[in-house]
Structure formats: structure tokens, C-alpha cells
């Protein structure tokens, strides 16, 4: 089981994390960051593998991923 770790504040809320993640453990936020952005958050962790797919594509290495 892995665990996501995604810093709010770097997250533009580009959603490619949420598309690269095979389990769907990432979904946007309804809420917005200081930036203005609604940040992905984790949202089923008990899914996670820590494939680390959704920390490889982020292009804000907004995400960190540990087994």
C-alpha cells in the first residue's frame, strides 16, 4: 500500500495526475488554494499502490509517493 503526500500550494490543478492514476486515487478539490487553483487531493488512499505514476507526471512536483 502506498501513501500520497501532494503539497497544495505548488498544484496548479492541471487534473494530469487524476488521469495517470489507475486506481483513481486522486480527484480535484472543490475548494482553491491560495493561488486561486483547486488542488488534486487524495481521496481513496486505502487504493493506492505507490505506483508513483501521479508524481511522475506532475509537471508542479506537487506530489510525493512512498510504499
Known amino acids: ?3 500520497i503526500v501532494i503539497d497544495e500550494m505548488r498544484c496548479k490543478g492541471c487534473g494530469l495526475c ?3 492514476c489507475p486506481r483513481k486515487v486522486i480527484s480535484l478539490s472543490d475548494r482553491f488554494n491560495n493561488q486561486g487553483f483547486t488542488p488534486a487531493q487524495a481521496v481513496s488512499m486505502d487504493k493506492c499502490t505507490g505506483c508513483a505514476m501521479c508524481a511522475e507526471i506532475c509537471p508542479d512536483i506537487a ?3 512512498f510504499k
Open 1 to 3: 500500500m502506498g501513501k
Open 18 to 20: 487524476t488521469a495517470a
Open 63 to 65: 506530489i510525493v509517493v
